[in-house]
């Protein structure tokens, strides 16, 4: 058992005693609770932008187009690299030591979004041998830039 | 004061030396370290303590990418893409091959499951609705506001190594179910500059 010494005095020493019994009981179911309810792997989950056939709100009547929609920002994902087009200029970001140049790509969307903050989504175009997870590195990179993923697809033939 | 030659003592070196007396031994554990221990433990599992309750099921050969502007997972229907299989809340209703060479960008076993399983989403969440109109207290509470497309909220979660046609195939025949929006999942990946990266896109 715990306890305090209340330091030097006449005889022997009184002490104050901790009853720490009921806290190590409540520590161990505790720990017993939640290492059993533990969740070691976080699943979250990333949100799409619209997309080729996201279904359109019935209730709302009237389509207003989002704030820049006139300016094109499309990101293309390619077996080789990306390219970006920003408006008119088209800025091709091609693989370096064979991985995908994320830190171009996320300075390039950072600096548009400072130059058009109303510009909500990045429109992407990616090819179809490209693998899952580097379609949600680029997604993830456009959500950092603070713009929402649009997937554009072509139909089945 | 007394004057003890140096060296290491224990804290309760003078009840251990009373031995030498008449008097019964007295051994103390020192609980102090444990208290500690256990206090880290317990703090460190209730920041890992998943809050939503939303948990998925993640098949052995399914790795899931990893991300870090991330929302909280919400309860729909999921359509897992393995490299082996296609499920529907472990249903399986299509294998990975036949999904891949399939020239139909429909997968009508796919389809149809998703569209059954999503009216009855529809009718349950229909009728929480009405229930919930009656229901006096939820509306006190401020609880009556329910997201109309909730039961259509699709999440897929699909391995990091599947190819971007097989997927779109996949989500072509979700669309056709009737479902969407579509939601990834992916591992929620830490930043080591900033660890509070919860994205909030809606």
């Given amino acids: 058992m715990a306890q305090i010494s209340s330091g030097g005095g006449r005889g022997r020493d009184p002490n104050v005693e901790l009853n720490l019994v009921p ?92 130059m058009y903050p109303q510009k909500g989504g990045v429109k992407m175009a990616i090819s179809d041998e490209i693998q899952y997870e580097h379609v949600v590195a680029a997604m993830d990179i456009g959500l950092k830039a603070g713009f929402s993923p649009e997937l554009l697809t072509g139909g089945p033939n | 004061m007394a004057i003890f030659r140096p060296g290491q003592r224990h804290r309760y070196h ?63 229907l999921v359509v897992t893409v393995s490299s082996k299989e296609v499920l529907i809340d472990r249903t399986v209703v299509a294998t990975f091959d036949e999904v891949k060479a399939a020239t139909n ?41 329910l997201d109309p497309n909730a039961w259509r909220k699709v999440t897929i979660q699909a391995d990091k190594a599947i190819d971007y046609l097989t997927l779109k195939k996949i989500m072509y025949s979700v669309y056709e179910a009737g479902g969407g929006p579509i939601n990834f999942a992916v591992a929620k990946e830490y930043e080591k500059n900033d660890a509070t990266t919860d994205a909030k896109t809606q």
């Fill in chain 2, 14 to 76: 003078n009840i251990l030396k009373r031995r030498a007396s008449k008097r019964g031994v007295t051994a103390i554990l020192s609980l102090t370290a444990m208290v500690d221990m256990f206090t880290v433990l317990v703090i460190f599992l209730l920041q890992n303590y998943n809050t939503t309750g939303e948990i998925l099921y993640i098949p052995k050969e399914v790795t899931l990418p990893k991300a870090n502007r991330v929302s909280d997972l919400k309860p729909s």
């Fill in chain 2, 105 to 145: 960008w429909v997968i009508p076993n796919l389809r149809d499951q998703a569209r059954v399983i999503l009216e009855k989403a529809k009718a349950d969440q229909d009728a929480k609705i009405q229930n919930r109109l009656r229901n006096i207290v939820d509306k006190t509470l401020g609880n009556e506001e």
């Fill in chain 1, 23 to 114: 806290v190590i009981d409540l520590m161990s179911v505790l720990i017993t609770f939640l290492l059993l309810s533990a969740v070691w792997t976080q699943v979250s989950m990333i949100q799409l932008g619209a997309s080729f056939a996201s279904p359109r709100d019935l209730e709302q009547k009237e389509l207003k187009p989002p704030p820049n929609e006139d300016l094109v920002l499309k990101l293309d994902i390619r077996a080789n690299g990306y390219i970006l087009y920003i408006g008119k200029e088209v800025r091709t970001l091609p693989m370096i030591n064979g991985a995908y140049d994320v830190a171009s790509l996320s300075a390039d969307l950072a600096k548009v979004k400072q």
